[in-house]
């Protein structure tokens, strides 16, 4: 296959920052997506239906004058989470969801729920408003391995959520662990998970053989090939419970490349470029709609895009970086070739 059609995806997981770093790559996104779920984790978090209305009017002035991108804007879940901003949230065609970030656990996450116990009355109201809860799934206290975070966050605090709230639709995010896939394809049908193109592509030998290659680290970490293998059979499966979500996340190339780097790749330059590619090395690009296109929207219950967009086989060398300066960003697979090109 040389050309595939697919009816236009959607990123079901995206940061674009803000200020000059999001004008700079909102339109990376809105050139091959037409919604994106866009995260609340800014300095301060959006916490409030004013706050993220105004991000949202940002990211639209932002935008390409003939876009038609929309962004789906989410509040950031806090300890002092109100049921009156659920209520809010509820009566808000523009906001979706609310994301649950355990306090430290990746960049800008240190106003996130303290104890999962404090938010039960929240996921009460959200549950009953029928508001999806999206949560980064690692637990962060420091004696346990940055590589069993996200199982042990399972073992220790998903399986009580979905036993306390079964009606809650809950989307575990940017997924890395084959437990993670089994406890998403056993659960039940509110439960369902994005999956990011790094951790389809790659293994975590990417970040540290022959040297330490900081834009590929992110949160959750790359795992061993037998979990990127698990990942790899759940996207390509045509299970509706997994689709995409790039968790694309922009930092200046100065702060990557640094004794202390952020978490985080940036994808959005290329991102669905980037899934034919893992598609195509499973002989699998037959499912990439169902997981690019149709999945999330069902899950969301939101309506399918009517619009379409063509990938060709063709080869491209990606830029060595986009911006300059203090805003320079090195995407994923810099100066590295993608047989995939959006036409």
């Known amino acids: 296959m040389d050309k595939l059609t697919l009816i236009r995806p959607d990123d079901w997981h995206l940061h674009v920052r803000n200020g000059e770093m999001l004008r700079q790559v909102i339109n990376h996104t809105a ?4 919604r994106a779920i866009i995260m609340p984790n800014l300095k301060p978090p959006v916490t409030t239906v004013e706050h ?7 990211i639209l002035a932002a935008l390409a004058p003939d876009s038609n991108f929309n962004p789906l804007m989410t509040l950031y879940l ?14 808000s ?4 969801a609310l994301k649950l970030y355990p306090a430290g656990a990746t960049t800008n996450s240190d106003a996130g729920i303290s104890a999962l116990e404090k938010a039960f009355p929240v996921l009460e109201a959200m549950q009953k408003y029928d508001i999806p809860l999206l949560i980064h799934g690692e637990v962060t206290a420091s004696e346990y ?9 399972l073992e220790q605090k998903l399986c009580v959520l979905t036993e306390k709230f079964p009606d809650l639709r809950i989307v575990l995010e940017h997924v890395t662990t084959e437990e993670a896939v089994h406890f998403v394809e056993t659960a039940s049908r ?8 790094q951790h389809l592509l790659f293994n975590r030998n990417a970040i540290l053989a022959g040297g330490i290659r900081p834009h590929y680290y992110c949160l959750p970490v790359l795992k061993r090939e037998k979990h990127r293998v698990a990942l790899i059979k759940a996207a390509t499966s045509g299970n509706p419970k997994f689709f995409l979500g790039t968790d694309s996340a922009p930092h200046p190339t100065h702060l990557k490349e640094n004794s202390c780097g952020c978490a985080g790749c940036y994808s959005a330059h290329a991102a669905i470029e980037l899934y034919a590619e893992a598609f195509a090395q499973e002989n699998a690009l037959n499912k990439l709609e169902g997981f690019a296109s149709l999945h999330g929207p069902d899950f969301y219950r939101l309506p399918r895009n009517q619009d379409r967009i ?25 100066g590295e070739e993608i047989r995939w090109k959006l036409q």
């Open 78 to 91: 806090t300890d002092n989470t109100r049921i009156t901003d659920i209520e809010a949230v509820a009566q």
């Open 52 to 58: 993220a209305l105004a991000y949202r009017n940002e």
């Open 310 to 334: 063509t990938l060709i086989r063709e080869s491209w060398r990606v830029p060595e970086h986009y911006g300059q300066g203090t805003l320079q960003i090195t995407p994923l697979q810099a």
């Open 93 to 96: 065609e523009q906001i979706i």
């Open 145 to 153: 391995d940055i590589f069993d975070r996200e199982r042990l966050f």
């Open 190 to 197: 509110h439960v369902a998970a994005t999956i990011t193109p």
């Open 31 to 34: 050139r091959q997506f037409a």
